[in-house]
């Protein structure tokens, strides 16, 4: 019998049919966790339906956060399960080396389809993280096959976040997430973020000042030349540093500077793909066609992981050359288009499309975004909050932190709101919410009453 869990909590557990078996908490070392505190007072999920969760007590949680940015359809979505099954059935795994499968290609088919225009090609990989890699390797690769092979240099931003595997930490721009690595990729530089709180504070949308920012593109020109620098990432909403939107005309002018020197411009979209803006990419929500996507979360609603790199066309075609029975790119993962993944990414784009989720945060929506920032905004004013930031369903609240204890503050507030049954995110002392793009008017009530109630009794 597990000593960690009351016999109580988990006969609640059966009585709602979850198959949560008991669980010894000791030999999972969790991710991205305070393992210590989590396994004195687990937070463990049985089930999920729409916008809820449900614990293993029984208890509903409505969920502010999709998941974890993922579940932009709601949960547990009929046709997505339907997919999922019916692919496990049919064929389980599918070798992608030299071989194929139909639901790949129909699935970057898809994905294509809702894709700026020009960019035509799609890469799978399983996660943010590997098509983060994946982008990054593709852009090193690219400019060695057209013969400008010094271009090696890659260029990330302060409090970028893409992903955990080396380039992506290497570009990523997250001391914590960095400094116990080593030196990880070599040859990275970083433009500055573009928080502005002096200037920018309680934004609704993007930020009216800080377009200068991309200029510090133009300083690294200038120190290691254009001649030696690959590629440029950025989020468009950089998400895991604390919601922070784009000000006005900043992605317009990072564009024009890395047109101008030749360096691809690549924007991670693992968190503002699929809907989360209002369009099915931010590329479009913001009017910037990068010149590669990565993706991820949204692409399956969750249900199954998989990450993929959109190419515009010009780049690929660029690697079509040589000998035809050679391999173009040396590059690729086991489980790129994992049949269960494709299944599942064709019913999560089916699930998008038959509901008007990818643009229903934007302005043919049902005004559900402007309602989520009134809701945000309302928060202002309330203890210890210091700013609020938006965009289509993402939103900000961002607190003072105690001295001397960051994070402890935001965290103290989660877990409030996680005993009240609302799941939010903090990442450092924000809260960051992204919560299903089915959410209605009174989930967001909700939402923003529950993180009022647990602010004002917040330490
Ligand atoms: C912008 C961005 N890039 C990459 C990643 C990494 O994705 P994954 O956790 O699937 O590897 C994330 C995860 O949150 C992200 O927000």
């Known amino acids: 019998m597990n000593k960690a869990l009351d016999p109580a909590l988990m006969q609640a557990a059966e009585a709602i049919g979850s198959h949560v078996a008991t669980p010894d908490l000791g030999a999972y070392w969790m991710p991205f966790t305070a393992n210590r505190q989590f396994k004195q007072a687990p937070r463990l999920l049985a089930r999920a339906s729409g ?36 692919q496990a059935a049919d064929m389980d795994f599918a070798p992608p080396f030299q071989m194929g499968h139909p639901k790949a290609f129909e699935l970057a088919s898809r994905i294509v389809q809702i894709a700026p225009a020009g960019m035509g090609k799609v890469f799978f990989a399983n996660s943010g993280s590997e098509a983060v890699d994946t982008a990054l390797k593709m852009a090193l690769a690219y400019h060695r096959v057209r013969g400008e092979g010094t271009r090696t240099r890659l260029l990330g931003r302060d409090r970028g976040y893409h992903g955990v595997n080396f380039g992506g930490i290497s570009v990523g721009g997250m001391v914590g997430n960095r400094k116990h690595f080593g030196l990880a990729v070599a040859g990275v530089d970083h433009l500055r973020h573009t928080h502005d709180p002096a200037r920018n504070a309680y934004s609704n949308g993007q930020p009216a000042h800080g377009a200068e920012f991309a200029d510090d593109l133009e300083k690294l020109v200038a120190m ?31 564009r024009e500077l890395c047109t101008k020197h030749g360096i691809l411009l690549i924007f991670d979209e693992v968190i503002t793909g699929f809907g989360r803006t209002g369009a099915p990419f931010a590329a479009q929500t913001f009017g910037v066609t990068p010149d590669l996507i990565t993706c991820a979360k949204g692409l399956t609603n969750g249900a199954v992981p998989m990450g993929a790199v959109i190419a515009k066309d ?27 993944a494709c299944a599942a990414g064709l019913g999560t784009l089916d699930t998008y499309a038959e509901e008007g989720l990818l643009t229903r945060a934007g302005p043919q929506g049902d005004g559900i975004a402007a309602y989520f920032a009134q809701g945000v905004h309302s928060l202002k004013g309330e203890p210890h909050v210091i700013d609020v930031r938006n965009h289509g369903l993402v939103g900000g609240i961002e607190l003072q932190g105690i001295a001397g204890e960051p994070t402890k503050r935001a965290f103290s507030v989660f877990l409030d709101c996680w005993a009240q049954g609302v799941l939010i995110r903090t990442t450092g002392d924000t809260i960051a919410l992204s919560p299903p793009l089915i959410i ?16 004002r009794r917040a330490a």
């Open 51 to 86: 916008m809820h969760y449900w614990d293993v007590q029984g208890r509903e949680v409505l969920d502010g956060v999709a998941g974890l940015w993922c579940v932009n359809a709601g949960h547990n979505r009929p046709r997505i399960t339907a997919a999922i099954q019916k």
């Open 224 to 254: 290691h030349d254009a001649s030696n620098i690959a590629a440029v990432i950025v989020e468009p909403i950089a998400g895991s540093t604390g919601v922070l939107v784009p000000p006005m005309g900043y992605l317009q002018k990072l």
């Open 314 to 340: 010009e780049i690929y075609e660029t690697f079509m050359q040589g000998p035809e029975h050679m391999i173009e790119f040396l590059h690729g993962y086991t489980y790129s288009g994992h049949p269960l």
């Open 440 to 455: 209605e008017r009174g989930h967001v009530d909700r939402i923003v009453e529950t993180i009022r109630t647990a602010l």
